[in-house]
């Protein structure tokens, strides 16, 4: 499931180095627009739709929490 993550989100954020970090978020490197952005091809690619109070920095700060939180709503 991670290396699907990736994929999408890399096809989808190129701009967006994901290996660069274990904690995307905390370092800086996606902000809250990009999570945005994120959960809207996240929600598209895999069919899910995430609850409002999922929608919180730690669920998306590594390519793992991103694919533990899908999993969670598939």
Avoid: C, K
Wanted: aromatic share 10%; hydrophobic share 40%; net charge negative.
């Amino acid at each position: 499931m991670v290396e699907r993550v990736r994929e999408v989100l890399e096809e989808n954020f190129p701009e967006i180095d994901f290996d660069s970090s274990d904690e995307l978020v905390d370092d800086g490197i996606i902000d809250s627009l990009s999570i945005v952005g994120m959960i809207s091809a996240l929600s598209e690619e895999f069919g899910v739709t995430f609850p409002y109070e999922e929608i919180v920095p730690e669920n998306f700060n590594s390519l793992e929490s991103i694919a533990e939180l899908i999993e969670r709503y598939q």
